[in-house]
């Protein structure tokens, strides 16, 4: 079984920054797509960002200049960068790993509390 580990959220003034990072450990043989989603309270799960085995990256229009996605394939770890944060990104940030097999399969993190408040 996959389990994914997250660290880094926490309370953030607007303007500051965060990394957030997701391991995943178990029984893998390789991972595909990686990515970041968010959820606020009444709100949809949304896609933040993804990255791909190859590092192809992709972001939602909100994120895009100040959140950066990147992986490291050695250590099953993906990570996202985030500046110049504001009051609307705080949500539950949850990362998903698409792990390979017979069928892939998706994983999901327990969801880690990001809140930007003064």
């Known amino acids: 079984q996959v389990q994914l580990v997250e660290s880094g959220g926490g309370l953030v003034q607007p303007g500051g920054s965060l990394r957030l990072s997701c391991t995943a450990s178990?029984?893998?043989?390789?991972?595909?797509?990686m990515g970041w989603y968010r959820q606020a309270p009444d709100k949809q799960r949304e896609l933040v960002a993804s990255?791909?085995?190859?590092?192809?990256?992709n972001y939602a229009d909100s994120v895009k200049g100040r959140f950066t996605i990147s992986r490291d394939n050695a250590k099953n770890t993906v990570y996202l960068q985030m500046n110049s944060l504001n009051p609307e990104d705080t949500a539950t940030y949850y990362c998903?790993?698409?792990?390979?097999?017979?069928?892939?399969?998706?994983?999901w993190s327990q969801g880690t509390q990001v809140t930007v408040s003064s």
């Open positions: 178990g029984s893998i043989v390789s991972t595909y797509t």
């Open positions: 990255i791909t085995r190859d590092a192809s990256t």
């Open positions: 998903l790993v698409v792990v390979a097999g017979t069928i892939p399969k998706n994983y």
